[in-house]
């Protein structure tokens, strides 16, 4: 289990910590709400986020990537969350890459990864069809027509949906909800024909998309992974999307108990600065003991990853759900301590607050975990 950083995934940090700080501030996600951008992100930066790299961490080095693996793209996730950089790079490098690296066969994988890579296509996984997540409720349905298959069905909350070139739509081709044979992923084109995409105006001012697909015809390659046993390549790249968003989490959660720090030290009160004040001194030990907690839970998680240990479900359920009860806490906390002014758009508080809300609910919320921790541990 690796608690220290090696000297190339420092030198990783320390370059994803500048960029985002310098090229992508928070005041990059105000702009876009306030523009009410199209696009939902800043094609500057993503051409920037592509040029370093990013896109293609997951990605050998023989498809254009850099191989990283899942250690350096965490630590990447945690530096874009530390300012709520707005890019599809966790739908498309994270979900996406992680899917077809998983499931893709040799010709998929020729054909997709050195675009991802590349930054020339964008992926987005079509997944939830409910307002909590669970992949074994899917029920939409893929028949099988002719020499392929026809999609018939709808898609909530699909992360980047509307600017998305790809969709991996995740349907039944057997068995009935709850069950876990039966599902099966399929590479559909966003443009076909039977596909409509709205996008959805999210409170953290982020991309999402309810997506529709009315008998949408694909053919028999378009099936990524095992045709009715796509499960466990779906929950093994799941676990990955789980680990690097609890890893964004965390950079958000860093960001608020820093600031929330520094404005106790400056923030005076009948002329003493609140700093002082013994009760919020004793909120702030404790919102660094869970900022301290999570950075070990996550390390773990994704020493599991990198080392494809066995107990990397659990790994993967732990950190999501501790670290997404320490945001909520020190988003709060943040808020709360900042008086007032934290209730309004002058500072970030409240940018952070509503990611947070959202992170809570995207790919399973702590309740989900918790009872999904305690199955895998025969509980």
Same mark, same amino acid.
């Given at each position: 289990?690796?608690?220290?950083?090696?000297?190339?995934?420092? @030198?990783?940090?320390?370059?994803a910590k500048d960029f985002f700080t310098?090229?992508?501030?928070?005041?990059?996600?105000?702009?876009?709400?306030?523009?009410?951008?199209?696009?939902?992100?800043?094609?500057?930066?993503?051409?920037?986020?592509?040029?370093?790299?990013?896109?293609?961490?997951?990605?050998?080095?023989?498809?254009?990537?850099?191989?990283?693996?899942?250690? &350096?793209?965490?630590?990447?996730?945690?530096?874009? &969350?530390?300012?709520?950089?707005?890019?599809?790079?966790?739908?498309?490098?994270?979900?996406g890459a992680g899917l077809i690296m998983?499931?893709?066969?040799?010709?998929?994988?020729?054909?997709?990864?050195?675009?991802?890579?590349?930054?020339?296509?964008?992926?987005?996984?079509?997944?939830?069809?409910?307002?909590?997540?669970?992949?074994?409720?899917?029920?939409?349905?893929?028949?099988?027509?002719?020499?392929?298959?026809?999609?018939?069905?709808?898609?909530?909350?699909?992360?980047?949906?509307?600017?998305?070139?790809?969709?991996?739509?995740?349907?039944?081709?057997?068995?009935?909800?709850?069950?876990?044979?039966?599902?099966?992923?399929?590479?559909?084109?966003?443009?076909?024909?039977?596909?409509?995409?709205?996008?959805?105006?999210?409170?953290?001012?982020?991309?999402?998309?309810?997506?529709?697909?009315?008998?949408?015809?694909?053919?028999?390659?378009?099936?990524?992974?095992?045709?009715?046993?796509?499960?466990?390549?779906?929950?093994?790249?799941?676990?990955?999307?789980?680990?690097?968003?609890?890893?964004? @989490?965390?950079?958000?959660?860093?960001?608020?108990?820093?600031?929330?720090?520094?404005?106790?030290?400056?923030?005076?009160?009948?002329?003493?600065?609140? &700093?002082?004040?013994?009760?919020?001194?004793?909120?702030?030990?404790?919102?660094?003991?869970?900022?301290?907690?999570?950075?070990?839970?996550?390390?773990?998680a994704l020493s599991a990853l990198e080392?494809?240990?066995?107990?990397?479900?659990?790994?993967?359920?732990?950190?999501?759900?501790?670290?997404?009860?320490?945001?909520?806490?020190?988003?709060?906390?943040?808020?709360?301590?900042?008086?007032?002014?934290? @209730?309004?758009?002058?500072?970030?508080?409240?940018?952070? @607050?509503?990611?947070?809300?959202?992170?809570?609910?995207?790919?399973?919320?702590?309740?989900?975990?918790?009872?999904?921790?305690?199955?895998?541990?025969?509980?």
């Amino acid at each position: 289990m690796a608690f220290v950083l090696t000297e190339e995934q420092t @030198m990783l940090r320390d370059m994803a910590k500048d960029f985002f700080t310098e090229q992508v501030p928070v005041a990059n996600l105000r702009k876009l709400r306030d523009e009410e951008n199209a696009d939902g992100y800043d094609k500057d930066v993503w051409k920037q986020i592509v040029e370093l790299g990013f896109a293609g961490i997951l990605i050998p080095e023989e498809h254009g990537g850099t191989g990283f693996g899942p250690m &350096g793209l965490g630590i990447v996730m945690k530096e874009a &969350g530390r300012t709520l950089a707005a890019s599809p790079l966790y739908s498309t490098a994270v979900l996406g890459a992680g899917l077809i690296m998983a499931a893709g066969s040799d010709e998929q994988k020729a054909a997709l990864l050195p675009n991802i890579a590349a930054g020339e296509t964008l992926i987005a996984l079509a997944l939830e069809e409910t307002n909590h997540h669970n992949p074994l409720n899917t029920a939409m349905t893929a028949e099988k027509s002719g020499d392929g298959f026809t999609l018939t069905g709808d898609k909530k909350f699909v992360i980047d949906g509307h600017i998305a070139d790809t969709l991996i739509v995740v349907a039944r081709t057997g068995g009935a909800a709850g069950d876990a044979q039966g599902l099966s992923m399929f590479l559909v084109d966003a443009k076909a024909d039977g596909v409509s995409i709205t996008r959805n105006h999210m409170v953290d001012s982020r991309n999402a998309a309810s997506v529709s697909f009315g008998n949408v015809q694909v053919s028999a390659d378009a099936v990524l992974g095992s045709l009715g046993g796509a499960y466990a390549e779906l929950e093994s790249s799941l676990d990955l999307a789980r680990v690097c968003l609890a890893a964004e @989490m965390l950079g958000g959660a860093e960001t608020v108990f820093d600031t929330t720090l520094d404005y106790l030290k400056e923030r005076k009160q009948f002329g003493v600065i609140i &700093g002082t004040f013994q009760a919020l001194k004793h909120r702030a030990a404790e919102l660094f003991c869970e900022v301290e907690i999570c950075q070990s839970v996550l390390l773990d998680a994704l020493s599991a990853l990198e080392e494809r240990r066995n107990d990397t479900p659990r790994a993967a359920s732990l950190a999501k759900a501790r670290v997404g009860d320490a945001l909520r806490l020190i988003t709060n906390e943040g808020v709360q301590m900042h008086g007032g002014i934290g @209730m309004t758009d002058a500072v970030d508080m409240g940018l952070f @607050m509503k990611r947070a809300r959202v992170q809570a609910q995207m790919l399973g919320d702590t309740n989900f975990h918790r009872t999904r921790y305690a199955d895998l541990g025969g509980y």
